[in-house]
């Protein structure tokens, strides 16, 4: 047996039959690379860590306001006000993917969810690119960040498929198109049922001996799971705002014949959906009956268009720990409220 090793530091076998010596040389080898990467992740400080929030301000009627200047604003992380060093006001262009699932539990809400989608497309500003995305056990582009509304809503038309749903891998995919987009202000709007097939499947091993809906929900822990927690440290560290539809086939209220381990199962996904957008400062819409689904993808659009994004450079020198750091946006006038995401991990 014959070892190389490839660019990417990995080891390729060139024969079936290795002599145990080399396997161990290997291994020792494999283990020692592991433990300096390691080493080197304990000890990497972010020396430029630009915090980019996207804001959207009420008043205490609920009536976005959208005239507010920088010197309206006020930022602190842990509690230490911080310096805002770029400002984008409510009519800035977004960098938006659509996510669409085409995985067998939307078959029969396909016809509405193109016509929804055309509708949440005529709401958007003319300087607005859209990326359309689609997955089921696959993610799929379907056409690139455009501003030619004719070119994406024939894209989405194209929109087709069966079976698993890898909701969180085009979660990852559609944050990768997004960092091509440079510094513009970005969103994902993602109409599923939430239900991730890998996920269900960890989940309902979890939920096994579970008899009530609250052991089910409690030894599961939605929001410890690892794919959700990449994904969240993705939108981060772009600013990036999600907004999930939620379809009415992932609601745990309405499971025909109910138990401890379906339910279990529906809830925690549900539970993750609304942490993806609390987490990044976004809004979980519910959608109850089909008809509703175009008027809640024009009120995303037009929620959309009354966020301010600002930025401002965190403390330099901080090492990469996992731990939380609060972050809170106050207005300069007392009755306006501002709703971003509430922090981050530092990681």
């Known amino acids: 047996m014959r070892f190389q090793m490839n660019k990417s530091g990995n080891f390729i076998i060139n024969s079936l039959k290795p002599p145990i010596f080399v396997l161990a040389l290997a291994l020792i080898l494999l283990t020692t690379n592991v433990s300096r990467a390691q080493e080197a992740d304990d000890v990497v400080r972010t020396t430029v860590s ?15 306001i959208t005239s507010l200047t920088r010197n309206d604003f006020a930022v602190y992380e842990d509690g230490v006000r ?4 770029q400002f984008e006001p409510t009519n800035s262009p977004f960098s938006l993917v659509l996510l669409l699932d085409v995985s067998g539990s939307t078959i029969t809400f396909r016809p509405q969810l193109k016509l929804a989608t055309q509708r949440f497309l005529d709401a958007l500003a003319p300087e607005d690119r859209v990326a359309v995305i689609q997955f ?5 582009r379907l056409i690139d960040f455009s501003t030619n509304r004719n070119r994406i809503a024939y894209a ?3 929109a087709d498929g069966a079976g698993e749903t890898h909701f969180y891998d085009a979660l990852k995919y559609a944050l990768k198109e997004l960092e091509k987009e440079g510094k513009r202000r970005k969103a994902i709007v993602v109409l599923t049922d939430g239900l991730d097939t890998e996920m269900r499947n960890v989940d309902r091993a979890i939920v096994a001996r579970a008899q009530t809906d609250e052991e089910a929900l409690a030894a599961i822990k939605p929001d410890a799971s690892g794919p959700l927690t990449t994904v969240l440290n993705a939108a981060d560290r772009q600013g990036v ?4 539809l939620a379809l009415p086939s992932g609601d745990p209220k309405r499971l025909p014949l109910p ?3 379906i339910t279990g199962i529906y809830a925690a996904a549900r539970t993750r959906l609304q942490s993806l957008a609390s987490r990044t400062g976004g809004r979980l819409t519910e959608i109850n009956r089909l ?5 809640l993808y024009a009120e995303v659009a037009a929620d959309l268009r009354t966020l301010y994004t600002v930025a401002y450079q965190g403390p330099t020198d901080r090492p990469r720990d ?14 306006l409220i501002a709703r971003t995401r509430p922090g981050y991990y530092a990681r």
């Open 50 to 64: 630009l915090v980019q929030l996207n804001v959207g301000v009420v008043d205490r009627e609920g009536r976005a």
């Open 82 to 85: 911080q310096s805002i060093s």
């Open 136 to 140: 089921n056990a696959k993610t799929k």
């Open 156 to 158: 989405i038309q194209l």
């Open 241 to 244: 705002t999600i907004y999930p």
């Open 259 to 261: 138990g401890p381990d």
């Open 291 to 295: 008809d509703q689904m175009a008027k």
């Open 322 to 335: 996992g731990k939380w750091h609060d972050i809170r946006v106050e207005v300069t006038q007392p009755a």
